[in-house]
C-alpha cells in the first residue's frame, strides 16, 4: 500500500456472561474512554482529532433498528461522520482502514460492542437463514456447525480427540489473559465428557455467552508517527463471501477464507505464511473451526488441521502459536470476537501482552467470521514495520 495505516491505540473490556449492569452506550464507553485517554484525542473539526467514527453492532442482537443509535453520545456520532459495520468487528477495522486509504479521512475510531445475554442466541442466528425453506427446520448456527464438523470429520479424518486439544489450549491460554471469560485448565477427557449440544459438538466445543466491547484508533501513517511510538500497521487485509445456501458448498473445506487469506497476503507479501506469521489471531467458535480455519489459512494443508493440532506447533512454545488469548472459545461476544483478535495481535506486536505475551513477534494475523459456517471471512496481517 502506498499509504500506510496503523493501529495506534487498542482497548477492550473484560469479557462477562451477563452485563446487565449497564447499558449498551456504556458497555462500548468502557472501551472507547480507554483509547482516548492513551491518545489525548477528541471528537474534534479542526483536523488535531477523532475525523470519523466506525461502529460494529447487530440489530438483531441489540433488540432494535439501527443499533448503532444507542452509542451515539459516546462514539462521537452526532453532526460527525459514523457508519455502522453489521458483520464481525474485522470488517469494522477493515472499513476504517479504507476510509483512511480512500482519502476521506485522517484518525479514525472503531468500536464494536455486543450483549449476547440479553437474547436467545438460537432464534437470532435462525434469523440468518433462508426464510421459506431452511428456518422452518430450526436451523442456528450451531446446528449448521455440527453439519460442517461432521462432514468434516468425515472427509478428512478428523477426530473428537483432535477438536478437544484446540478447546484444552485456547483455555489454558486465556489463564494468562485478563480480559478472558472463562480460563479453565480442562483435560481431552474433561471436554469429551461435557453435555452434547449437537453432535458431534459439546458444550465445551463451543464458545460462551459473553458480554463485552472493544475499541481502537485507526491512523494514516503521517499522524500515527505522532501518536504512538509503536504502531501497529496493517500491512495486509483480505475479505470473502461464500455462497448462502450450506448446499451449495463443500463444508469440509472454506474457499472463501483461502481466497480471503490469498488476497491479504498478496497484499502484505507474504509467500509463506508457515514460515512468515509469527502468531495467528482465530475466530473459531466451536472447536473444529480452529483446525479447518488453519487449513484456509495456509498453515497446514487441506485436512491437515488435525495432524498440526497433535504436533504442538500451535502451542504457545510452537511455532505458529494460535490464539494466546484463549480466541472465541474462552468468551468473546459475535460481533467483537475479530476485533478482538486485531486487538490482540496489536498489544503481541507492541510487546504489551503481559503474561501471555510471546517473543519476537513483528508479524501477526487476525481472523474473523460471519455466518453460518464461515459464510463470510475476513483476514487482516499486522506488523511493527
Known amino acids: 500500500m502506498a499509504e500506510r495505516v496503523a493501529v495506534v491505540s487498542v482497548a477492550q473490556t473484560k469479557y462477562h456472561q451477563n452485563r446487565g449492569d449497564v447499558r449498551e452506550a456504556e458497555l462500548a464507553y468502557e472501551a472507547i474512554e480507554q483509547v482516548l485517554q492513551e491518545t489525548g484525542l477528541k471528537f474534534v473539526e479542526d483536523g488535531t482529532g477523532i475525523d470519523a467514527t466506525v461502529s460494529c453492532s447487530h440489530d438483531h442482537w441489540d433488540g432494535q433498528t439501527i443499533s448503532d443509535i444507542k452509542i451515539g453520545d459516546v462514539a462521537g456520532a452526532h453532526l460527525r461522520p459514523e457508519e455502522k459495520v453489521a458483520e ?7 472499513y476504517a482502514m479504507l476510509q483512511i486509504l480512500s482519502g476521506h479521512h485522517d484518525v479514525v475510531l472503531v468500536v464494536s460492542h455486543m450483549k449476547e445475554s440479553q437474547t436467545v442466541r438460537s432464534m437470532i442466528e435462525n434469523a440468518a437463514f433462508d426464510p421459506v425453506y431452511q428456518r422452518l427446520i430450526g436451523l442456528d448456527f450451531l446446528t449448521a ?12 479424518g478428523i477426530t473428537e480427540e483432535q ?13 494468562n489473559n485478563p480480559y478472558a471469560q ?6 481431552v477427557e474433561d471436554v469429551l465428557r461435557s453435555p452434547m449440544l449437537s453432535s458431534p459438538i459439546r458444550q465445551l466445543d463451543a464458545k460462551p455467552v459473553s458480554d463485552g466491547a472493544c475499541a481502537m484508533i485507526l491512523a494514516k501513517e503521517e499522524k500515527a508517527k505522532r501518536l504512538s511510538d509503536k504502531p501497529a500497521w496493517i ?5 470473502c463471501y461464500d455462497a448462502f445456501y450450506l448446499g451449495d458448498r463443500d463444508l469440509a473445506d472454506c474457499q472463501s477464507l483461502m481466497l480471503a487469506a490469498k488476497q491479504a497476503y498478496d497484499m502484505a507479501g507474504i509467500g509463506d505464511p508457515r514460515k512468515e506469521i509469527d502468531l495467528a489471531e482465530v475466530s473459531e467458535y466451536y472447536s473444529y473451526q480452529e483446525l479447518l480455519w488453519m487449513e484456509g489459512l495456509g498453515f497446514c494443508d487441506r485436512g491437515e488441521g488435525g495432524k498440526l493440532i497433535d504436533s504442538g506447533v500451535t502451542q504457545m512454545g510452537g511455532r505458529l502459536p494460535l490464539n494466546p488469548s484463549g480466541g472465541l472459545l474462552s ?15 496489536v498489544l503481541q506486536l507492541r ?6 505475551q510471546l517473543p519476537d513477534v513483528s508479524t501477526a494475523l487476525a481472523h474473523g467470521v460471519t455466518g453460518p459456517c464461515g459464510q463470510l471471512q475476513c483476514v487482516l496481517v499486522l506488523g511493527k514495520d
Open 235 to 239: 500491512k495486509g487485509a483480505g475479505s
Open 88 to 94: 464481525d468487528g474485522t470488517h469494522a477495522v477493515y
Open 351 to 356: 510487546g504489551e501482552a503481559g503474561a501471555r
Open 145 to 156: 456447525a455440527a453439519l460442517q464438523a461432521r462432514r468434516y470429520m468425515y472427509k478428512y
Open 182 to 187: 472463562a480460563p479453565m485448565g480442562l483435560t
Open 163 to 175: 477438536c478437544a486439544k484446540v478447546v484444552v489450549k485456547n483455555r489454558k491460554n486465556a489463564q
Open 331 to 345: 468468551g468473546r461476544p459475535f460481533a467483537v470476537g475479530g476485533m478482538a483478535a486485531v486487538a490482540e495481535a
